[in-house]
């Protein structure tokens, strides 16, 4: 993978490097077919004009590449979240805060990024514009997930040093642990989410993708500008519990393999590592059974739009908001206290443990000829995505914070590390990613 933005702030402020040599070199990439379908609308001469502003090495990103998913309003620019439903929509009249706070950081926005339609999927799979090709090394193209697909090949390709994105069941951590990237997800109130359109206004949460920890605390940093509290304490000061209900179950070999050998690894580092039962995760089946928020929340929005347009879209993104036509006002409030109820049971669960560990997602990517479009692949695509989803949205869910990490071996595909706590537990949760990375690099 490319050197991560720390590293590349080093040598540009000791002279070895410059923004616009950075800016030349992000846009090659994002012009080569490692990016296929990755930008829907490109802005390499701003971005250019950024890198020669003067004293922008001073600034905190320095004039670097960032992108920003379609999801985002950025001032003159239609914001149509990958679908072809929204592209005559006026241009927005202002930046979203999370994109003026990465341009006042000193962020070159080279492009606006590839997405799910309406970030409704956790796979990546987009029929409008293409599917960005997952760039681990492979003999087959996959999935990069989603929906956050296309900020997260910008990343790992060396396209971009922070993918802007969102989070909503999973749309960071899912492509991050495909792609072999980091994807922190912040406490949801943290960042916030004007000018972002909306899939869910309960579990929204707005984030990115970078290529280390260290570069993901930084992005916290300006996005939600709030220092983090770095600690000295080693790893073996924090208690960290495995969950063991749901989470771990159907693991595929490669994910499973990458799991142990983590765990193993982290034990003989002097971690402490205890199984917790954590069995109020099997409660959430029938909690969303639903449809859970996205469905009716999705649906509030775009009830106008699909009275007209719903041909236009993916159809399967279409079935899953119509769902939420299906919901009912008192489903909707006795949902909203079911959710309530259960973030006082887990947070009681987890009392005493700084952490908890799991498998980011089940499975690694899969090839996206077995899920493309078409209606002999519903069923196999909705399958996936379940899985897919089935970690990571119950940290949405409990309005936690989580972060995913590489744990694979060089030779095997991506595989991340979920590290995530209850709601404002964001800065235990990054030193600890932060120790437990430094010590997979070296397995």
């Keep these: 993978m ?4 720390h590293s590349t702030l080093q040598r540009l402020r000791s002279g070895q490097t410059s923004p616009t040599a950075q800016i030349e070199r992000a846009i090659e990439v994002a ?7 990755t930008f829907l609308r490109p802005a390499f001469d701003s971005a250019r004009r950024v890198a020669l502003e003067p004293g922008i090495v001073k600034k905190p990103l320095a004039g670097l590449a960032v992108s920003v998913k379609d999801l985002f309003d950025v001032a003159g620019q239609t914001t149509s979240a990958g679908s072809v439903v929204l592209q005559e929509a006026a241009p927005a009249s202002a930046d979203s805060p999370a994109v003026a706070r990465l341009r006042g950081a000193g962020a070159a926005l080279i492009g606006r990024t590839n997405m799910v339609e309406f970030a409704f999927s956790g796979v990546g799979i987009n029929p409008h514009f293409g599917t960005p090709v997952n760039p681990c090394r492979s003999d087959v193209d996959r999935v990069p997930g989603g929906s956050s697909s296309g900020a997260a090949v910008s990343v790992a390709t060396g396209a971009a040093f922070i993918g802007l994105g969102s989070d909503t069941g999973g749309s960071i951590r899912i492509p991050a642990a495909l792609t072999g990237t980091v994807g922190f997800k912040s406490t949801a109130r943290l960042v916030p989410t004007e000018g972002a359109l909306p899939l869910s206004s309960t579990l929204d949460t707005v984030c990115a993708l970078t290529r280390s ?11 939600a500008q709030r220092w983090v509290t770095r600690s000295p304490a080693p790893l073996a000061d924090y208690r960290l519990g495995v969950a063991n209900t749901l989470m771990l179950d159907g693991l595929d070999p490669t994910v499973a393999r990458a799991w142990q050998r983590s765990l193993e690894t982290l034990r003989r580092a002097g971690a402490r590592i205890d199984d917790l039962a954590l069995s109020e995760i099997g409660e959430l089946q029938q909690i969303q059974a ?3 928020f996205s469905a009716p929340e999705s649906y509030a929005w775009h ?7 719903a041909a236009r879209y993916d ?13 009912s006002a008192s489903d909707y409030i006795e949902l909203g206290a079911a959710r309530r109820r259960w973030i006082g049971a887990m947070d009681r669960a987890m009392q005493g443990f700084d ?9 690694v990517a899969p090839p996206i000829a077995e899920l493309a479009p078409g209606p002999e692949r519903d069923e196999a695509f909705f399958r996936v995505n379940a899985l897919l989803l089935r970690n990571t949205s119950v940290i949405n869910m409990l309005d936690g914070c989580a972060i995913s990490i590489p744990c694979h071996a060089g030779d095997e595909l991506p595989v991340g590390l979920m590290i995530w706590a209850g709601a ?3 800065d235990r949760v990054l030193n600890v990613a932060f120790q437990i990375e430094q010590l997979l690099a070296k397995q």
Excluded: N, W
């Design 315 to 327: 159809p399967r993104v279409a079935t899953r908001i119509q769902r939420g036509a299906l919901t």
């Design 2 to 5: 490319s050197p991560d933005l």
């Design 290 to 292: 639903g449809g859970g």
């Design 424 to 426: 404002l537990g964001d």
């Design 355 to 363: 952490a908890i560990l799991s498998p980011t997602v089940a499975l």
């Design 213 to 223: 920890v260290d570069d993901a605390i930084l992005a916290h940093e300006i996005l």
């Design 303 to 309: 009830r106008h739009l699909l009275a007209g347009k």
């Design 31 to 37: 012009r080569s077919d490692l990016c296929r379908h």
